[in-house]
């Protein structure tokens, strides 16, 4: 039997048995892994209020023939404050969504998971729009799964660009102005440089960002091609933003 010790964020909770939890963690160590915790759906248990989705903290835990069990947990952040905000828990659960659907199970990916929490933290300050924190998320994730965005060179020839203004999601880039996709998606150029922004600064650096409807838009729309196309399934939370885009616009239209 091996223990691991590792910081870990509870992406999913389901119930098993009848005493017991499955929880799915993203551990810096392990990357995405799913454990059995003893005895979490008693209300006397140690470990009740601390297996909640979103739960940040060091996990030590115990690997037998073939599942991991939580042997102890020392909490960092519960990250409840999220239940409180509608924004927050919508977003919050996405993230842990495209973790779910983009990493492979066991596979170790240190980067991300810094940015994935930073990306709470950023989300529990609540002084930034939440849409920019969840596109440069997006952003973050492609290029740390093997998804980056060529910003730098036209993504069929080659030629070196300083920017774009047609973006092909087959090619993940900025095309040249001598190369033609009957496929590529028109951008502006603000558009393409607020990605190119996204892909290489920390992100903390985003509080300085404020982007125009249109610029939100346009990335949005790009972004969700790709999130769709290069993982193992389309995020089901993203029906929910969808619906309540289709709300919003139905609100301004009267
Ligand atoms: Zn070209």
Not at 34 to 39: A, D, E, H, L, Y
Not at 224 to 249: A, G, T, V, W
Request: charged share 25%; with cysteine.
């Amino acid at each position: 039997m091996s223990i691991f010790k590792t910081r870990a964020v509870v992406l999913k909770v389901q119930d098993f048995k009848e005493n017991d939890k499955i929880i799915w963690l993203f551990s810096e160590k392990l990357g995405k892994i799913s454990c059995i915790v003893r005895g979490a759906k008693t209300k006397r248990s140690k470990f009740a209020s601390f297996t909640q989705q979103f739960c940040y903290g060091e996990y030590v835990l115990f690997k037998g023939k073939s599942f991991y069990t939580v042997n102890e947990i020392e909490l960092i952040d519960s990250f409840q404050s999220f239940l409180n905000n509608f924004d927050s828990i919508t977003y919050g659960s996405y993230f842990c969504e495209l973790i779910i659907i983009a990493l492979q199970e066991q596979e170790s990916n240190r980067i991300l998971f810094e940015e994935f929490i930073k990306t709470f933290y950023l989300l529990k300050s609540d002084a930034l729009d939440v849409e920019t924190i969840a596109r440069t998320f997006e952003v973050k994730l492609l290029k740390y799964t093997g998804f980056e965005i060529n910003f730098n060179r036209c993504a069929i020839c080659n030629t070196k660009i300083e920017s774009s203004n047609s973006f092909s999601t087959q090619f993940y880039g900025g095309i040249c102005n001598n190369c033609k996709d009957i496929s590529a998606i028109p951008l502006s150029k603000a558009a393409f440089n607020y990605l190119r922004f996204f892909n290489n600064m920390p992100m903390e650096n985003i509080h300085r960002i404020k982007l125009s409807y249109e610029v939100k838009e346009e990335i949005n729309s790009i972004l969700n091609l790709l999130i769709c196309q290069s993982f193992s399934r389309r995020p089901k939370s993203l029906d929910i933003f969808n619906y309540l885009n289709k709300e919003h616009s139905c609100y301004e239209v009267k």
